[in-house]
């Protein structure tokens, strides 16, 4: 519930500092007092959108605080520590700055964060209802979730919710796969071409260097026998390295008796070298017998090598990756093929998994319809006690207009009520009279008074346009209604401020030409006065003081 709230520096407010306690909490004053300015200001402080105008000392920053105490089971709590704030016990402490540009800055515990999730702490602390507007109850997108909680069927949403999660993966994939494949389609006939010509070209790793070489030495054969015969004619003869080897090593071993040592150690590198010019001379042969002057061998070579190198200009690729080009078109072809039969197998997927959807949003469906029921009776039998006995109240519930089904089911859910016999169904947003609608939301809140929302609700002058005993009844149920949440109403009715617990009065003061809005506690003699003030206007008569006593007395009865 709401504690505290501290504003410095706003509107007419230059410094103010409240504190509220639990039950209902009245805000009164006349009008153009600045009651208003309280709401402004817990509105800014809860992530409403604010502006420069709000600034009452442009050389000073605007700062609300609101303070909350939480329970540990409050449903902001798992918010909160999702988002890494750090939390103080029970105690949660909102703040927001606006400096004179209008940019603000927004903490939690003093940590910084998004006005964005300042906004979605607030909407999980306070539920403002107003006559006018398009919040809270009056918001037809509040409806669902206000009937859902109304019925408590949170097993059942959790159901739907998980199967729609599954059937949208289903079909995210399906669509993936889809478009995959139409794209791979598209080139399915390039790719074709283009792995044909590859496999027919079949160009391998290296082979380029390879093809190089052999150019070279083809385009220079002539010139390679010429120095080969030469090199040839030095081993061979009876002037070759190996006739001079042989006649040195035959010398040596006319000798070899002679000094054995000397001559051993000749004859071993001699012999060795003699081995080693024969082979040489041996390899130089095969050289020769295996060079290859036909000038179709060069041509076929230049073919081979031209045909590589404009494949690969024309797929924008080097050489050696034309084949890894053919194993990556390959396999793209590879998969269209799958592709094909995969889809028919995510299609039966997808079909079966929206088919569980739709079995428990049906299911969802039934248990809203039956809560609805429920609502519906449980307001009809609030109403004669708020003075509309012929008025009627319908929760409406139809498939969604796009016809196509939602996480939250396949319902769209719209209150609508009838203020008499003679009219038609509307919804309860374009009722005409803001009394009666006042009276409406006020039937609605009993009735969901028990649904476990943890939220302070601020009534925002619900009760203008009633008087007499309606007000009296709607005094009633605002107290009822404290006993299981925190409610705090801004009210000009002085039956409902009769059977406040706590009483704050505004007053807007103008001195030495400044004007300022001040508000303040009050209680016995004081509050007596004040709801003396609001039955009989600006001069107060002892009839009134009797009648606000008795008005106090009488509720606390």
Same mark, same amino acid.
């Given at each position: 519930?709401?504690?505290?709230?501290?504003?410095?520096?706003?509107?007419?407010?230059?410094?103010?500092?409240?504190?509220?306690?639990?039950?209902?909490?009245?805000?009164?004053?006349?009008?153009?007092?600045?009651?208003?300015?309280?709401?402004?200001?817990?509105?800014?402080?809860?992530? =409403?959108?604010?502006?420069?105008?709000?600034?009452?000392?442009?050389?000073?920053?605007?700062?609300?605080?609101?303070?909350?105490?939480?329970?540990?089971?409050?449903?902001?709590?798992?918010?909160?520590?999702?988002?890494?704030?750090?939390?103080?016990?029970?105690?949660?402490?909102?703040?927001?700055?606006?400096?004179?540009?209008?940019?603000?800055?927004?903490?939690?515990?003093?940590?910084?964060?998004?006005?964005?999730?300042?906004?979605?702490?607030?909407?999980?602390?306070?539920?403002?209802?107003?006559?006018?507007?398009?919040?809270?109850?009056?918001?037809?997108?509040?409806?669902?979730?206000?009937?859902?909680?109304?019925?408590?069927?949170?097993?059942?949403?959790?159901?739907?919710?998980?199967?729609?999660?599954?059937?949208?993966?289903?079909?995210?994939?399906?669509?993936?796969?889809?478009?995959?494949?139409?794209?791979?389609?598209?080139?399915?006939?390039?790719?074709?071409?283009?792995?044909?010509?590859?496999?027919?070209?079949?160009?391998?790793?290296?082979?380029?260097?390879?093809?190089?070489?052999?150019?070279?030495?083809?385009?220079?054969?002539?010139?390679?026998?010429?120095?080969?015969?030469?090199?040839?004619?030095?081993?061979?003869?009876?002037?070759?390295?190996?006739?001079?080897?042989?006649?040195?090593?035959?010398?040596?071993?006319?000798?070899?008796?002679?000094?054995?040592?000397?001559?051993?150690?000749?004859?071993?590198?001699?012999?060795?070298?003699?081995?080693?010019?024969?082979? =040489?001379?041996?390899?130089?042969?095969?050289?020769?017998?295996?060079?290859?002057?036909?000038?179709?061998?060069?041509?076929?070579?230049?073919?081979?090598?031209?045909?590589?190198?404009?494949?690969?200009?024309?797929?924008? @690729?080097?050489?050696?990756?034309?084949?890894?080009?053919?194993?990556?078109?390959?396999?793209?072809?590879?998969?269209?093929?799958?592709?094909? @039969?995969?889809?028919?197998?995510?299609?039966?997927?997808?079909?079966?998994?929206?088919?569980?959807?739709?079995? =428990?949003?049906?299911?969802?469906?039934?248990?809203?319809?039956?809560? =609805?029921?429920?609502?519906?009776?449980?307001?009809?039998?609030?109403?004669?006690?708020?003075?509309?006995?012929?008025?009627?109240?319908?929760?409406?519930?139809?498939?969604?207009?796009?016809?196509?089904?939602?996480?939250?089911?396949?319902?769209?859910?719209?209150?609508?009520?009838?203020?008499?016999?003679?009219?038609?169904?509307?919804?309860?947003?374009?009722?005409?009279?803001?009394?009666?609608?006042?009276?409406?939301?006020?039937?609605?809140?009993?009735?969901?008074?028990?649904?476990?929302?943890?939220?302070?609700?601020?009534?925002?002058?619900?009760?203008?346009?009633?008087?007499?005993?309606?007000?009296?009844?709607?005094?009633?149920?605002?107290?009822?209604?404290?006993?299981?949440?925190?409610?705090?109403?801004?009210?000009?009715?002085?039956?409902?401020?009769?059977?406040?617990?706590?009483?704050?009065?505004?007053?807007?003061?103008?001195?030495?030409?400044?004007?300022?809005?001040?508000?303040?506690?009050?209680?016995?003699?004081?509050?007596?006065?004040?709801?003396?003030?609001?039955?009989?206007?600006?001069?107060?008569?002892?009839?009134?003081?009797?009648?606000?006593?008795?008005?106090?007395?009488?509720?606390?009865?």
């Amino acid at each position: 519930m709401l504690r505290h709230l501290n504003i410095q520096n706003l509107i007419l407010i230059d410094s103010l500092d409240l504190t509220f306690d639990n039950g209902l909490c009245v805000l009164t004053g006349e009008t153009g007092a600045g009651k208003s300015i309280l709401l402004d200001a817990l509105g800014c402080v809860l992530g =409403a959108r604010t502006n420069i105008g709000i600034i009452k000392d442009n050389s000073l920053p605007t700062s609300v605080t609101a303070g909350f105490e939480i329970s540990p089971e409050h449903p902001v709590q798992k918010v909160i520590s999702e988002h890494g704030v750090t939390l103080d016990g029970k105690n949660l402490l909102l703040k927001r700055i606006i400096n004179k540009s209008g940019k603000s800055r927004s903490f939690i515990n003093d940590q910084p964060i998004t006005v964005a999730f300042l906004r979605h702490v607030g909407e999980k602390l306070v539920e403002i209802e107003s006559q006018s507007g398009n919040i809270g109850i009056l918001n037809p997108t509040t409806h669902m979730d206000i009937l859902d909680k109304f019925g408590n069927y949170k097993e059942t949403l959790l159901i739907a919710s998980k199967k729609y999660k599954d059937w949208q993966k289903k079909s995210a994939k399906l669509q993936t796969t889809l478009t995959e494949l139409d794209s791979a389609k598209n080139n399915e006939e390039f790719l074709h071409h283009v792995t044909s010509e590859l496999e027919v070209l079949s160009p391998q790793n290296g082979e380029v260097e390879k093809l190089d070489a052999e150019r070279v030495r083809l385009r220079h054969g002539h010139k390679v026998i010429e120095e080969l015969k030469k090199a040839s004619s030095e081993f061979s003869g009876e002037r070759g390295i190996i006739s001079k080897l042989q006649t040195t090593i035959k010398s040596m071993e006319r000798i070899a008796n002679m000094t054995p040592d000397t001559a051993n150690a000749c004859l071993a590198p001699l012999n060795q070298s003699l081995f080693e010019a024969m082979e =040489a001379e041996d390899q130089l042969s095969l050289w020769l017998q295996k060079i290859d002057l036909n000038p179709e061998s060069l041509e076929k070579v230049e073919e081979r090598l031209f045909a590589l190198r404009a494949t690969a200009r024309k797929h924008n @690729v080097s050489p050696d990756e034309l084949q890894k080009l053919y194993y990556d078109l390959s396999t793209q072809l590879e998969t269209i093929k799958k592709g094909k @039969v995969a889809i028919n197998s995510l299609k039966k997927e997808e079909e079966t998994s929206r088919g569980v959807y739709n079995n =428990a949003a049906e299911s969802l469906s039934k248990k809203r319809i039956i809560a =609805a029921k429920k609502l519906d009776s449980a307001i009809k039998s609030e109403l004669p006690s708020l003075k509309l006995g012929k008025a009627l109240f319908k929760t409406v519930i139809e498939t969604v207009n796009d016809g196509l089904p939602h996480i939250n089911g396949i319902d769209s859910i719209r209150f609508k009520i009838k203020t008499n016999t003679s009219s038609h169904f509307g919804p309860l947003d374009q009722i005409s009279s803001g009394g009666e609608r006042s009276r409406f939301l006020l039937a609605l809140k009993v009735c969901l008074a028990d649904n476990g929302d943890m939220r302070s609700l601020i009534f925002d002058e619900i009760d203008n346009g009633v008087g007499g005993a309606v007000a009296d009844a709607i005094g009633k149920r605002l107290a009822e209604l404290s006993n299981s949440q925190q409610v705090i109403v801004v009210t000009h009715s002085p039956q409902v401020a009769a059977r406040a617990k706590q009483h704050f009065v505004v007053t807007k003061v103008d001195e030495n030409g400044s004007t300022e809005t001040t508000v303040d506690l009050v209680e016995d003699k004081d509050r007596q006065e004040e709801i003396a003030r609001m039955l009989s206007g600006a001069s107060v008569t002892e009839e009134a003081r009797a009648a606000a006593k008795s008005l106090i007395n009488g509720a606390l009865k």
